[in-house]
């Protein structure tokens, strides 16, 4: 292998990076390192897309996106130069990234990302319900600045168009009511009693949280129907503290940025000790997004509704290990 740069370090990297969020934690990625020119090429797995919930890949793009930047942090944190190509090649669709490691030869070490390496183990979703306490304008603009880095915009909406937001969560909890087919996704990637300890991917019942007696959080309950042992019911917050990801466009190179954007947001509200939890249960259809972006300005697209707060940051899901996502040629 080129010198400094031996499989067991690009494992280490792509362990890191597969740390990262995906729709019902499908881990939709695939991985293969280029030992001559020292590049990652980071594709999406069409045998983990989701046809019902997610029939435009727009989800899985953005876990792939979530994926790149945890890589790009851990290069970062190995004194590695990513230089980094979105959709390198267009006729090759399931190929979205391709990551050169350089050596810094000279360059300095990005700190900005090297920082966020601590907490990319750290990072969990969190179905649990979350203080009624206000996230500290410091904090929102280190959230904000995060995703302009990654040239996406966060936003903290306001009481009227977080009713809105809601409204739409609620508006596609009862489409799902209404369409017996809408589950499947869901019943593939939820892994229930012992099953629940062996998986390597999916949500395990361990992670779904409790059941919401009342409240307002935008929590979807992954057991649906089916009885989960031990579970129990609780009380959610009634004024939860939403933010929106936008992007300006709504193709999939836009998906990618924004996966980056919000896996470098997630990162930041990991060190600043907040929990946070992910919807993009409104978001499937596209004329929702459209409902949902911020009613003033009128544009950019939202690709991601997450919830913020303080309180428990939920268990570790399962991954699939490195050998099964990185082929080294």
Known sequence: ????????????????????????????????????????LLYADPERAM?????????????????????????????????????????????????????????????????????????HTSRHPFADKDVPEDVRATLRDAAAREGAE?????????????????????????????DEDLVRWTRLGPEADTAVDGVPEYAFGPRKRDGRAPVRDFAGRRPVADRGATSFEHAPHLAL???PGDGPVDWLRAGQALERVL???????????????????RELRLLARDPGSGIGQVQMVLRLGYGPRG???????????????
Do not use: K, Y
């Open 245 to 247: 990801l936008s992007t």
């Open 154 to 182: 966060l936003l903290f909406p306001g009481g009227w168009h977080t009713e809105t937001v809601l409204d739409l969560v609620r508006d596609a909890e009862s489409r799902d009511l209404m369409d017996p087919g809408t």
């Open 1 to 40: 292998m080129a010198s400094g740069l031996d499989e067991t370090t690009v494992a280490g990297l792509v362990a890191d990076a597969t740390a990262a969020p995906s729709m019902h934690n499908a881990q939709p990625w695939r991985f293969r390192f280029l030992t001559g020119e020292r590049r990652v």
């Open 267 to 285: 990162l930041e509200a990991t060190l600043a000790d907040l929990a946070t939890s992910l919807t993009s249960h409104a978001l499937e259809d």
């Open 51 to 123: 046809p019902h919930s997610d029939p435009d890949n727009r989800a899985l793009h953005i876990g792939c996106g979530a994926a790149l930047l945890n890589l790009r942090v851990a290069a970062a944190h190995a004194d590695l130069v990513a230089e980094t190509r979105l959709s390198p090649e267009p006729e090759d669709a399931l190929l979205l990234a391709a990551v050169h490691l350089a050596d810094p030869a000279g360059r300095p070490r990005d700190d900005d990302l090297a920082r966020l390496h601590p907490v990319i183990r750290q990072r």
């Open 315 to 329: 268990p570790a899901t399962p991954r699939r290990p490195v050998s099964d996502v990185l082929d080294v040629v």
